[in-house]
């Protein structure tokens, strides 16, 4: 079932489960909902703030004369809390959500359409309460946040303004950068440090946590570009493998030779054969040009003479078939 709902003036309302871990971030979607809700062109979000009690009727039945300013506001604001109080019927996804909506429409019996503020707080004291286990519990989820190896470092922050959000509190920098110092601890040593040092010396502080995630953002980056590097075949050997392998599998399925060595690897950067070319001793300081065959397009043999396709005689190893070397 979906969790919001689409008014016909395309103003979607969020539902609420009733859970209290869904409570707040229910509460911010809500007043957003509200914020794009118009009324005789004015947003309807100030309903949720109990201030605008102020500017309710005490008796919503009561006769009011549009081109009074003053009774004109409280139209306006009778309007505004009947379309927040709807949608609240609305957005109750449980029973005792609905009851709550229930209850405030039966406190008053001369305010019956209920007052939506009311039903928030109402939310907010159940679901928040303002104490100290609230700031115990937020510290044991704190506590819990984890980085996962080769996990984005921004999933952090990602966490904490989750965590914020759940509990309604915000949460210390210091506190923040703790975190971040401790859940990039072996990985982000280094970059961390560095960040520190530099934070240090510019201003004598010490860095945030968005300060250091940026920069172990950018260690994570180049190393998910340069992961696998001991795993994935540099681009010297996957020529390398591609030259070799086009005439050692073949013929040896076909029996014409016996399986390769590694002395008899042929590097393609000089054509020498007992090496290859991630260990050509021309690699380094050295300009030679990397020749290639005119004949079947591979490096490592200049003329059509050395070609080991029109001439695998030449090739080392070669077994003829009567099994003569």
């Given at each position: 079932?979906?969790?919001?709902?689409?008014?016909?003036?395309?103003?979607?309302?969020?539902?609420?489960?009733?859970?209290?871990?869904?409570?707040?971030?229910?509460?911010y979607?809500?007043?957003?909902?509200?914020?794009?809700?118009?009324?005789?062109?004015?947003?309807?979000?100030?309903?949720?703030?109990?201030?605008?009690?102020?500017?309710?009727?005490?008796?919503?039945?009561?006769?009011l004369?549009?081109t009074?300013?003053?009774?004109?506001?409280?139209?306006?604001?009778?309007?505004?809390?009947?379309?927040?109080?709807?949608?609240l019927m609305?957005?109750?996804?449980?029973?005792?959500?609905?009851?709550?909506v229930?209850?405030?429409?039966n406190?008053?019996p001369?305010f019956?359409?209920?007052q939506?503020?009311?039903?928030?707080?109402?939310?907010?004291?159940?679901?928040?309460?303002?104490?100290?286990?609230?700031?115990?519990?937020?510290?044991?989820?704190?506590?819990?946040?984890?980085?996962?190896?080769?996990?984005?470092?921004?999933?952090?922050?990602?966490?904490?303004?989750?965590?914020?959000?759940?509990?309604?509190?915000?949460?210390?920098?210091?506190?923040?950068?703790g975190?971040?110092?401790?859940?990039?601890?072996?990985?982000?040593?280094?970059?961390?440090?560095?960040?520190?040092?530099?934070?240090?010396?510019?201003?004598k502080?010490?860095?945030?946590a968005?300060?250091?995630?940026?920069?172990?953002?950018?260690?994570?980056?180049?190393?998910?570009?340069?992961?696998?590097?001991n795993?994935?075949?540099?681009?010297?050997?996957?020529?390398?493998?591609?030259?070799?392998?086009?005439y050692?599998?073949?013929?040896?399925?076909?029996?014409?030779?016996?399986?390769?060595?590694?002395?008899?690897r042929?590097?393609?950067?000089?054509?020498?054969?007992?090496?290859?070319?991630?260990?050509?001793?021309?690699?380094?300081?050295?300009?030679?040009?990397?020749?290639?065959?005119?004949?079947?397009?591979?490096?490592?043999?200049k003329?059509d003479?050395?070609?080991?396709?029109?001439?695998?005689?030449?090739?080392?190893?070669?077994?003829?078939?009567?099994?003569?070397?």
């Amino acid at each position: 079932m979906s969790n919001t709902v689409t008014t016909n003036q395309t103003t979607t309302i969020p539902r609420w489960d009733g859970k209290k871990e869904t409570a707040e971030t229910f509460m911010y979607k809500f007043k957003a909902a509200c914020t794009l809700k118009m009324v005789d062109g004015e947003p309807c979000h100030k309903v949720l703030r109990e201030e605008f009690e102020a500017q309710l009727p005490t008796d919503e039945n009561a006769v009011l004369d549009e081109t009074n300013p003053d009774d004109a506001k409280k139209i306006l604001a009778l309007k505004q809390n009947e379309q927040v109080m709807a949608m609240l019927m609305i957005a109750m996804h449980t029973k005792e959500g609905m009851s709550k909506v229930m209850q405030e429409m039966n406190r008053n019996p001369i305010f019956q359409t209920g007052q939506a503020w009311r039903i928030i707080k109402s939310i907010r004291d159940e679901c928040r309460p303002d104490d100290h286990i609230s700031e115990m519990e937020l510290e044991a989820e704190v506590n819990k946040i984890k980085l996962k190896k080769g996990e984005d470092p921004n999933v952090l922050l990602e966490k904490l303004a989750d965590i914020e959000v759940r509990f309604g509190m915000n949460i210390p920098d210091k506190k923040k950068s703790g975190v971040v110092l401790r859940c990039g601890k072996g990985t982000y040593n280094a970059v961390m440090a560095t960040t520190t040092v530099a934070k240090k010396k510019s201003s004598k502080g010490h860095p945030t946590a968005e300060e250091l995630i940026e920069d172990m953002h950018t260690q994570w980056r180049i190393s998910s570009n340069t992961s696998g590097g001991n795993d994935a075949l540099e681009d010297d050997d996957v020529k390398e493998t591609t030259l070799v392998s086009k005439y050692t599998e073949e013929e040896e399925d076909n029996g014409k030779r016996e399986p390769a060595s590694k002395d008899d690897r042929t590097c393609y950067k000089c054509g020498d054969i007992g090496h290859v070319a991630r260990d050509c001793p021309s690699k380094k300081g050295s300009d030679k040009l990397v020749v290639i065959c005119n004949h079947c397009n591979e490096p490592g043999h200049k003329q059509d003479d050395d070609c080991w396709e029109i001439h695998p005689e030449k090739k080392p190893g070669y077994v003829e078939k009567s099994g003569r070397i």
